[in-house]
């Protein structure tokens, strides 16, 4: 799929991911590991900003999405918070930061829709300092065998609506990246990852 069109995918969500702000499924797995950022942090597929009740007040936020509709919303969302923001319409798979430029990097259910998704984990381990952290959420194939079968079947048809794969094994995209695996926690029947990570 081109850019162009998945960009226009992610735009027309943008009202429906402000929606789940508050009630959202993923709201207390967001707040178990997102907390721990700190110092200056960049969070990548930063959509509307469901992320920003979590951080604390004193970290430096770089804001990454290449969706408008998204960026406009989180612009709207950083005004209810104390910590610094700044937001840019990029591409992670194509932007670049200097090296050892973040001392947190955050991906929340966005390794979903890169085309080369160890390249940008590749990415995050050049832009994060040494003793930095890589904190992710993401949603990948199921431990439930029925639930990933449906997900594999389904992932054509998901790509196509949404622009989201369904069916990608996130562990295994950590384990082929430069990235080293702290800790993981999976839930949701294997189907949500919670993966703490260093350069």
């Known amino acids: 799929m081109d850019r162009q069109s998945l960009i226009k995918k992610f735009d027309k969500q943008a009202k429906k991911y402000n929606k789940r702000r508050e009630n959202g499924q993923a709201y207390k797995f967001r707040q178990r590991i997102f907390q721990e950022a700190k110092g200056k942090v960049l969070e990548v597929g930063i959509g509307s900003g469901l992320n ?8 430096e936020l770089t804001g990454l999405d290449f ?3 998204m960026l ?4 709207n969302a950083a005004k209810d918070y104390p910590f610094k923001t700044t937001l840019i319409q990029d ?10 430029s973040f001392d947190t990097i955050i991906s929340s259910g966005s390794l979903c829709a890169y085309q080369e998704p ?3 984990l590749n990415s995050f381990q050049k832009w994060c300092k040494p003793e930095g952290e890589i904190l992710m959420l993401e949603h990948g194939i199921s431990t439930n065998k029925p639930l990933a079968w449906l997900q594999k079947s389904l992932n054509p048809l998901a790509l196509k ?3 989201c794969h369904q069916n990608r094994d996130i562990s295994e995209i950590v384990k082929e990246s430069n990235l ?8 949701l029947a294997g189907y949500l990852y919670l ?3 260093k350069p």
Request: aromatic share 14%; proline share 5%; net charge negative.
């Open 52 to 59: 920003f009740p979590f951080y604390s007040s004193d970290i």
């Open 67 to 69: 969706s408008p509709a």
């Open 72 to 75: 406009k919303a989180a612009q």
């Open 91 to 100: 591409d992670v798979e194509t932007v670049e930061f200097n090296e050892d």
């Open 118 to 120: 160890v390249s940008v």
């Open 161 to 163: 609506v949404v622009g």
């Open 180 to 187: 080293k695996s702290i800790r993981e926690e999976r839930y």
């Open 195 to 197: 993966i703490w990570a």
